[in-house]
């Protein structure tokens, strides 16, 4: 159909030649007419006159698309001023010209050299010209004209989206928009119905409908379940020339899902379940879980239990789980098989979340019964009480009975009970307890002012199975008795000044108890009666648990009495009374004048313009220590004098060589060459400093040739002024011992360094003669094996 639409066009165009001889208004105007001025010169005479010139163009059309064999003709250009002797030339511009659009020079003649697309480029300004070709002046001046392309039906309309995606609430009524979809065409919509489209629905149906002009979907049937069917897929075409035959379509996928409304309630599967608990189940403890179904998702299908009636109500509860909208049934308190083994429980599950408009669809929710049974065990003793509280007077006898805790077996059995007492609570062991009824008695005598509480703990054990025990506190609070007196609270140091007046208050005393009455600690003070006649000082109770010392006469003497002793009795107020004397000592001193004390020695009265006793006692100390550092000192000097020179080889500062050998003379001796003192002209550049140890103490030295006409007494106190010189040596003394016994010793070496340069081997047999001491020597060096060995 598209070839047969475009080939009519192209009938058409192939047969449509117009050359305007009147153009538009517009054109005449501005283009049809124009003035050709010819000018008449002086020498020739002639007038100016007015010619009328006439371009003979219109607008031309153009059709797209265009396959044909040949190129496309346009149309035609041509003047008035053109009388066909080939004289004018005409010439094309704007857009396209040379390459969309070629022109004959000579005819005027228009052709399109490629097809074209209108949907790129809908129309072309070009501009024409006459030139004559001998002068090469414009002939007519510069004319513009418009080629517009022909619109054909070659595109098919595309929609925005290869894919849409919508959703649509479940349950929804019939012409429920739910998207539109939009299809474009690139043709001309003012030109014929090419651009014009027109909406169907090619997949989807009976469920969806779409307008057919506005490419809206809507639902086609009431009542849609997602529970049902959850995902469509809708394809909706787009067709052009108003969804006539030969019109071009294009197509789009429209995937719509049904979103859950709370249309459906909670159902359980089962109207009734059954679960056990032992009865030591503590609280909290899960028994299980039920589960009511619901179809829906999300928020719709949130539950929430509850037990809404039965005997065990205030026995276990039902919490949901979150994630698994499950029930879970739990134990709320202690279970006990002897009172109930068997509870029947109403159980209720219902949507949290409900749609006022499904209400009428029935109640959304949904009950089961639930039956726990109890099961027996074997159960630990149960106290009486959860603690005991036994008070007991600390004055109470070892043996007496102070308090009773009591424990039973729950179960059905009635198991008899022992009792005990845990040691690791009681480890001085003052209580104990009757293994038979539970009665605490003392072991030891107890004391409040040490331990006021005792915290112990009593167990309770089946007597037919030890494994099944039990254990209570038990705080026992010792009770206190008035058995201790009162005494001083701290120590005084009491003084009375030698200028005291008579009722002067020179100290004031306070008493503590170790014993804690209910009512408070209430003390009373007085003197011991046989100090109350002729009484130096007396004591005044100030009814405040303190007493004042006050003095009695006027003056006191250090020369006479220098301290004064005070008895004091204090008794407390508990049943039966308790009173203790405390001894208050009283130093007489000298005071100023503001009453201040300065001095209370008996001493200071004998040595008025002496030292005082400290300062004698500190020199006489001073004196002992001087006399022993004297004598240490001396006993160090004594043992310093008896010490050897050399105390030990790494210390540098004596340099003492000792030679021993008494072997070849100095022939044998490595420590020093005797050499030296013979020769005063021997190299100093190799003497080494006497403060540093040398790396080798003994080092080999070359034998040097011996002058016998050099002084050696010389030659010591030459090098001896040297040495003193010498700014390098130590700052001490230093010994040098030179052992000379000259030269070819009668008893020639010992030493066997040598003997490995020595020719021939050496003869030992002599070493046997010498006696038992040279044994080892003989057997070493006496047989001929000896060297081999």
């Known amino acids: 159909m598209r070839t047969h639409s475009f080939l009519t066009v ?73 009388k066909g002797d080939g004289n004018l030339k005409y010439i094309l511009t704007g857009d396209g ?47 513009e004209f418009i080629i517009k392309i022909h619109d054909i039906n070659d595109n098919e309309p595309k929609f925005t989206k290869d894919t849409y995606t919508a959703s649509i609430p479940e349950m929804s009524g019939v012409g429920t928009s739910v998207i539109q979809v939009t299809a474009t065409d690139a043709d001309d919509a003012n030109y014929g119905n090419s651009a014009k489209v027109v909406y169907s629905i090619l997949q989807g149906q009976p469920y969806f409908s779409v307008d057919p002009e506005t490419g809206i979907i809507k639902t086609a049937l009431p009542d849609m379940s997602r529970e049902n069917r959850e995902q469509y897929q809708v394809v909706i075409q787009a067709k052009d020339m108003g969804g006539q035959m030969g019109g071009l379509s294009g197509t789009t996928t429209v995937n719509i899902t049904l979103t859950d409304v709370n249309d459906n309630p909670p159902r359980f599967p089962q109207s009734s379940y059954q679960f056990s608990s032992p009865e030591s189940a503590p609280p909290g403890t899960p028994l299980g879980r039920i589960k009511a179904n619901d179809p829906d998702v999300g928020e719709n299908a949130e539950i929430e239990y509850s037990i809404s009636n039965g005997d065990g109500s205030d026995m276990f509860d039902i919490i949901t789980d979150k994630d698994t909208q499950e029930g879970i049934i739990t134990v709320k308190k202690h279970l006990d098989f002897e009172n109930k083994v068997l509870y029947t429980l109403k159980v209720e599950a219902s949507n ?41 007077d600390e004055d109470a006898k070892e043996g007496s009975i102070i308090g009773q805790v009591v424990a039973q077996d729950p179960d059905i059995a009635k198991n008899a009970i022992k009792y005990s007492v845990d040691r690791h609570t009681d480890l001085d062991r003052i209580f104990n307890i009757y293994s038979g009824n539970g009665s605490l008695f003392l072991s030891k005598p107890l004391d409040r002012e040490e331990t006021p509480w005792h915290n112990i703990t009593v167990i309770a054990t089946e007597i037919n199975n030890p494994k099944q025990s039990s254990q209570i506190p038990v705080f026992i609070r010792i009770l206190d008795i008035n058995d201790h007196a009162p005494e001083f609270a701290n120590y005084y140091e009491t003084f009375v000044c ?29 003197l011991v009666p046989e100090f109350a006649v002729h009484p130096n000082f007396s004591v005044v109770d100030n009814k405040d648990n303190t007493a004042g010392i006050m003095t009695r006469r006027n003056g006191y003497s250090r020369s006479k009495t220098s301290t004064y002793l005070l008895p004091i009795i204090i008794f407390d107020n508990d049943y039966p ?141 030459r090098r001896l002024k040297e040495n003193d010189s010498d700014p390098a040596a130590p700052p001490y003394d230093s010994l040098a011992t030179y052992a000379y016994e000259g030269n070819d010793s009668i008893a020639n070496s010992l030493s066997s360094l040598e003997s490995l340069t020595t020719e021939g081997n050496q003869d030992y047999d002599y070493l046997s003669d010498w006696g038992p001491r040279f044994k080892k020597l003989a057997d070493m060096y006496g047989g001929e094996d000896s060297d081999r060995d």
Request: proline share 5%.
């Open 577 to 717: 009374i308790q009173s203790s004397t405390g001894t208050l000592t009283i130093r007489v001193c000298a005071c100023d004048s503001r009453g201040n004390m300065q001095s209370c020695s008996a001493e200071a009265l004998l040595l008025p313009a002496g030292l005082s006793t400290g300062a004698l006692v500190a020199i006489l100390l001073c004196i002992i220590i001087l006399l022993i550092l004297i004598v240490l000192f001396t006993a160090l000097k004594r043992q310093r004098k008896k010490e050897p020179l050399i105390i030990s080889k790494d210390d540098v500062r004596d340099n003492i060589v000792t030679y021993n050998d008494e072997g070849g003379g100095e022939e044998d001796t490595q420590a020093f060459d005797i050499g030296t003192l013979r020769n005063p002209e021997a190299r100093e550049e190799s003497k080494m400093r006497r403060d540093v140890i040398p790396e080798t103490i003994f080092q080999i030295r070359r034998t040097a040739p011996l002058w016998e006409n050099i002084d050696v007494q010389d030659f010591i106190h």
């Open 352 to 392: 949290t979340h409900p749609d006022p408009r499904f209400l009428q669809l029935g109640p959304f929710k949904d009950t089961a019964f639930v039956k726990i049974s109890v099961e027996d065990i074997d159960e630990p003793p149960v106290f009486s009480r959860p603690w005991y509280l036994i008070e007991v």
């Open 97 to 143: 010209a040379g390459s969309l659009f070629i022109i004959d020079e000579n005819t005027g003649d228009i052709h399109a050299a490629k097809k074209l697309d209108r949907e790129e480029k809908s129309l072309y300004v070009l501009r024409a010209k006459a030139i004559d070709r001998k002068t090469g002046r414009q002939v007519e001046p510069e004319s």
């Open 10 to 82: 192209l009938l058409w165009s192939s047969v449509f030649y117009v050359v305007h001889m009147t153009p538009s208004p517009k054109r005449t105007n501005k283009h049809s007419h124009s003035e050709r001025i010819t000018g008449l010169s002086e020498n020739d005479g002639k007038t100016l006159h007015r010619t009328k010139r006439g371009w003979m163009w219109n607008q031309f059309f153009l059709l797209e698309e265009y396959t044909g064999p040949d190129t496309q003709y346009v149309g035609k250009l041509h003047t008035d001023q053109d």
């Open 498 to 526: 030698e200028n005291a007046k008579a009722g002067q208050l020179i100290q004031t005393v306070s008493a503590i108890d170790k014993d804690q009455p209910p009512r408070g600690h209430k003390f009373f003070f007085e």
